[in-house]
C-alpha cells in the first residue's frame, strides 16, 4: 500500500480557539458593520481573513530570535537576512521595511509620479493605492483567463503580453516601470510562468523598461512552475527561485506571506542608483538601513523563514491543504476559481448568489453568510476592494468578485478545513433564500474595505 500524504512537520505549541453561537454572532457582526475586519479575533472560530503574518514559525525560526543582534547600526542580523536574500534572490542590495506595503511606499516615492502608467497583472491593493494615491495609473494587463474562474489553466496570474506590448507602446515615456505580481493574489492565487516571466522581461527589454517583482508569494508560484511548466521538474524551488529573479531588476516583498514571519518585508534590487535613491526615502519612513522597522530578532526569523520556505517540502504541504479544501468543495459543487491556487481559495460569490445583485455585493453578503453560519472568517476581494474609478467615482463592477478563504501557513489542519467545507455547504444548500446583499452606509476614498460601513438589505 502507498504510504497517505502527510504534514512535512509536527505541532509543538498549540493556541486554543473556541466556537460561539449564532446569537453572539450575529450580534458582533452587527457591531461591526458586516465588516468582517471590524470584528474582535475571540468572535472568529476559523480565521481565514488572511495569510499575511498569521503563519507559525519554526523551532528554528523562534531559535534565531533568541539571538537577534538589536543594534541600530550594522547588526548582524541584517547582515545574515540580507546575505540570504542574495542567495534565494541573486539582489545584493536590500532595503528593510516594516511590511509590504511599505516597501512599496519606498520604491514608488523614488519612481512613481503624477500622470505616471504602472502596468502589471492584477495589482495588489496597495499596490494600486500607492500608485492612484500618487495620481498616476495602474494598468491591468493579467490574460483573460483569469477572469473565468470555471476554466482550468495551469498559470492564470499571467500577463497578457499583447496588452502589455500596446500600453508600453501608447504611453512610452509615462512608463516607469512594469510591475508583475507573483502569485498574482487578486486573482485568485494563480501562478505566472517562467515563460511568461521571461516574455516580459523581453517586452520590456524592447522598450527600455525596467521590471519589479512583488514577490509575496514568489515561493509558492515557483512551486507551481516546478510541477505545471515543462523543464522545471527536476529543479529545486531555489534554482527556480533564482531564475525568477534573473528576470527582474527589483523586488518588493511582504515577508509576512512567503516568509513566515508576523511582520517584515524589504526592497531588493542590483540597481545602484535605486538602492541609493531608495535608501534615503527608507531611513526617512522605516528607520536606519540595517533594520528599516524591524527588529534585529525580526530580521534573524525572516531569513530562517526564507530557506525553509524555498524548500520543496514544506510548500508541499501547504498547498496540498489548499488543494484539500477545493476537492471538498468540489464534491459539494461549489464554484471557486479554478485549479486551486496557493494561498487561498476564492469562492465565485455572483455565481453561488445568483439572485443578489453586483450592487448589492455578492461577495460581502457571502462572507457575511459563511461567519454567522459556523464564525469562519473568510475576506471580500471583489467589488468592495475594488474601489471606485478614480476619475468617474463610479463602483468598479467590471473584475471578479469573491470570498477569499485564505489559509495561514502551518497553522489549521485539515480537520478544521473540513469544517470550513462542510459551512461553505450549508450556506450553498441555502443560496436560493439569499436574495438581498449589502448597502454602504460609509466608505473611505481609498481601500475602502478595511473600515466600511455596512448595512444588511
Ligand atoms: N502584495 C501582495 C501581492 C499582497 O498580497 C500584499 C498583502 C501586499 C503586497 C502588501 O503587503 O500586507 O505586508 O503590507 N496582502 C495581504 C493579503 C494583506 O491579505 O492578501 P503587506
Known sequence: ????????????????????????????????????????????????????????????????????????????????????????????????????RAAENVLFSVLVKAGDYVPGNSHFDTTKGHIESRKAFAIDCTVDDAKDTQKEAPFKGNVDIAKLEKVLAEHNDKIPFVIVTITNNTAGGQPVSMQNLREV?????????????????????????????????????????????????????????????????????????WYDRAKVVGIVYEGYLTYGGMNGRDMNALAVGLDENTEFDN??????????????????????QRPAGGHAIFVDAPKVLTKVPKEEFPAQTLTVEL??????????????????????????????????LAIPRRVYTDNHIDVVAAALKNVFDRRETITRGVKIVWEAELMRHFTVKLERL
Open 1 to 100: 500500500m502507498n504510504l497517505p500524504f502527510a504534514e512535512a512537520w509536527k505541532i509543538k505549541m498549540v493556541e486554543p480557539i473556541r466556537k460561539s453561537t449564532r446569537q453572539e454572532r450575529e450580534n458582533w457582526l452587527k457591531t461591526a458593520n458586516y465588516n468582517v475586519f471590524q470584528l474582535n479575533a475571540q468572535e472568529v472560530y476559523i480565521d481565514l481573513l488572511t495569510d499575511s503574518g498569521t503563519g507559525a514559525m519554526s523551532d528554528r525560526q523562534w531559535g534565531a530570535m533568541m539571538v537577534g543582534d538589536e543594534s541600530y547600526a550594522g547588526a548582524t542580523s541584517f547582515h545574515f537576512m540580507r546575505e540570504t536574500i542574495e542567495k534565494i534572490t541573486g539582489f545584493k542590495y536590500v532595503v528593510p521595511t516594516h511590511q509590504g
Open 371 to 404: 461567519y454567522l453560519e459556523a464564525g469562519i472568517r473568510g475576506c471580500e476581494i471583489g467589488y468592495l476592494l475594488a474601489d471606485r474609478d478614480p476619475v468617474t467615482r463610479e463602483n468598479r463592477f467590471g473584475g471578479l468578485d469573491l470570498l477569499r
Open 315 to 336: 510548500l508541499e504541504t501547504r498547498i496540498k491543504q489548499v488543494e484539500y479544501l477545493a476537492k471538498k468543495l468540489d464534491e459539494y459543487g461549489i464554484p471557486y
Open 201 to 273: 522581461r523581453q517586452i520590456a527589454d524592447k522598450y527600455n523598461k525596467p521590471v519589479v517583482f512583488d514577490s509575496a508569494r514568489f515561493a509558492e508560484n515557483a512551486y507551481f512552475i516546478k510541477m505545471r511548466e515543462d523543464g522545471y521538474q527536476n529543479k529545486t524551488i531555489k534554482a527556480i527561485c533564482r531564475e525568477i529573479f534573473s528576470y527582474a531588476d527589483c523586488m518588493t516583498m511582504s515577508a509576512k506571506k512567503d516568509a513566515i514571519v508576523n511582520m517584515g518585508g524589504f526592497i531588493a534590487t542590483n540597481k545602484q542608483d
